[in-house]
C-alpha cells in the first residue's frame, strides 16, 4: 500500500542545534515531495516542494530537503534551529502517475528548547 | 486575502446530530479537498472535488457527505455525528493539484459527545 513513514514522532532539541527529519515513501511511481509545517494553533503551510530538478531543495526560514529517489526519502534539515521553529512538520507525497493523490506522514513534532 | 476560510472553528455536537462544515476560498481554484486530523494519523483524505458538480470519495468517507454547488465553496456534512468523528477537519484547496501545493484553512475542532 502507498505510505509515507515518518520514523520521528517527536523531537526535542536546543537553540542552534542541527535538525533531520527523516520520510521515507512507498510508491513505485513517479511523485511530487512536499513538506508542510503547522505552528501551534495554525493551519498547515507550504515549507518547501520538489517537483524535478536539482534533488536538493530550499525552502523558507533556511529549511531544505534533499530527494534521494533510490532510498525513496526526503528528509527535512535545518543547519540551526531557532525556538520559533517549535511546530509539527508534514511530509506529503503526491502520485503523479495514474491517479493523483496526496499521502500524509503522520508528522514529527518539534519542541525547540530556549 | 482571505484564502480559504473554514467555519466554525471549534464545535460540539451531541451523538447523532448532523451540523455542516462551512469551507470557502476566493483564489478562484478548481480542486478543493477535507481532511481530518487524528493524532499519530497524520492527514486522511475524506472527500474532494475538481471542480463544480464534481465530487470524489478519499480515504475515510463514511459518515460525510459533500456537494460543490459553487467554484468557491464546498461544504461537509456530518449525517449522524459520531463520536468516532471527534478531530481536527482541514479543508485545502489549490490551482493545479499537481504542480501546485495545498492551502489550507485553520480547521474546525469537532467533538462528539
Redesign the interface.
Known sequence: AQS?SQHN?HVILSEAASLELGCNYSYGGTV?L?W?VQYPG?????LL?Y?SGDPLVKGIKGFEAEFIKSKFSFNLRKPSVQWSDTAEY?CAV?T?SGT???I????TRLKVLA | NAG?TQTPKFQVLKTGQSMTLQCAQDMNHEYM?W?RQDP??????IHYSVGAGITDQGEVPNGYNVSRSTTEDFPLRLLSAAPSQTSVY?C?STSD???S??H????TRLTVT
Open positions: 509515507v514522532h511530487n512536499f508542510y495554525q493551519h498547515l503551510q507550504l516542494k517537483f508534514f503526491l503523479t493523483y493523490k496526496y500524509f506522514g503522520t508528522g | 480559504v479537498s481532511y499519530g494519523m497524520g492527514l486522511r483524505l482541514f485545502a493539484r499537481v504542480n501545493p495545498l489550507f484553512g485553520n480547521g
